[in-house]
């Protein structure tokens, strides 16, 4: 198993000592874990589902694509999105700090 360190801020470290008998690195491993499991399920979204989430108007001119052209359309799609998903992970980080 890997060891990683992570800082928190005095106050928070102070309330964690306050209650010794949480298992903070289960509460941290369990956090990660739920987390990641949330990012996979938005990576793997079937074109299916994709395609309910979209505009009417945006399906039926993807409709019009030829089979090349539309793979193209979603290839960019998922990197808009993993992009959308980093500038939240950033600004979730820099609320954080």
Do not use: C
Request: proline share 2%.
């Amino acid at each position: 198993m890997t060891n990683i360190t992570f800082s928190v801020d005095d106050d928070l470290h102070k309330k964690m000592k306050e209650h010794p008998e949480i298992k903070w690195t289960e509460i941290l491993r369990q956090s990660i874990l739920n987390y990641l499991t949330k990012v996979e399920e938005i990576d793997v979204i079937s074109i299916k589902d994709f395609r309910k989430r979209l505009d009417p108007g945006l399906l039926q001119k993807i409709e019009e694509l030829d089979e090349q052209d539309e793979v193209i359309f979603y290839e960019k799609a998922k990197q808009m999105e993993e992009e959308r998903l980093n500038r939240l992970q950033d600004l979730e980080r820099s609320t954080d700090e």
